[in-house]
């Protein structure tokens, strides 16, 4: 089976699940039925699936995974001892870990197509993550109530599928509404301490970080990289070794970085 029959496979088989196969054209060309097949795995809500799906899906995202590109975190150059800055894809990244920036539904995003590194995490890895997902918020509902949702700053541990990692630590972290306090700023500490406690607790030996909160979530880039930056230095000192990443998107965030991290050198 061919990439293109493959993403036909899949497109179809999700439109019917979905109830859509008579309103769903298929477009000519192949960029835009990458965005159908997306756009349909998003919206996807979470619930069983056929093995004959499951392993046409992982031999398409493998493929696609191939032709991005795989940066393994052995070839990178780290700022310093075990830190390292990286402006990159993190689905991309082979590491033991990454890092996504979730919300408190812990389901991913299920805005089609959206850009946010949890709508790209979730697409990558396969409609699996979004599965496992669900499992794990089933069985904490269970324990809090039907109301549980994540709380921020509590990690979750999971499975990255098609990711070249082998881990994805969601975490949901705080959202600045309004004027940025002490409360949103130990929060964040948070985040970062409990990803690396989890990393250390699951021998995980490298983490990649996304910058947590920023964007939507509305914290100030700098200060998010300065709590980021000394709160992985700080832990580093009193718990040993791991390799960390800190993975930006932007120039803004790459320059930030690497100003904070130099100092430090």
């Not at 396969?126 to 994540?150: A, D, F, H, I, P």
């Not at 700098?222 to 960390?244: F, M, P, Q, Y």
Request: hydrophobic share 35%; with cysteine; proline share 3%.
């Amino acid at each position: 089976m061919t990439q293109s029959e493959r993403m036909d496979y899949l497109i179809s088989y999700l439109s019917k699940e979905q109830g859509r196969a008579k309103e769903i054209l298929f477009p000519d060309d192949e960029e835009s039925r990458r965005k159908l097949l997306r756009s349909l795995m998003n919206v996807r809500m979470p619930k069983d699936i056929s093995e004959d799906f499951l392993k046409i899906q992982d031999e398409y995202l493998k493929k696609e995974m191939e032709e991005k590109g795989i940066t393994d975190l052995d070839d990178l150059k780290p700022v310093k001892d075990d830190i390292y800055l990286w402006k990159g894809d993190i689905t991309t990244l082979k590491a033991d870990a990454i890092v996504n920036a979730a919300n408190s539904a812990m389901l991913g995003c299920f805005v089609p197509g959206h850009n946010c590194i949890d709508n790209c995490i979730h697409t990558y890895a396969g409609v699996q993550l979004r599965n496992e997902c669900n499992r794990k918020m089933e069985e904490l509902r269970s324990q809090y109530g039907v109301n549980y949702v994540q709380p921020a700053a509590v990690p979750l541990l999971t499975d990255a599928y098609n990711l070249p990692a082998k881990k994805v630590i969601h975490i949901v972290g705080p959202i600045v509404d309004g004027k940025l306090n002490s409360v949103h700023e130990e929060l964040l500490e948070k985040c970062y301490r409990s990803c690396l406690d989890m990393a250390k607790e699951n021998e995980l030996r490298s983490i990649a970080f996304c910058c947590i909160s920023t964007g939507v979530f509305m914290f100030p880039q700098d200060k998010a990289a300065k709590i980021a930056t000394d709160t992985v230095n700080r832990w580093l000192k009193e718990n040993g070794s791991i390799k960390v990443v800190f993975n930006v998107f932007n120039d803004t965030d790459f320059r930030i970085y690497h100003e904070l991290l130099n100092k430090r050198s």
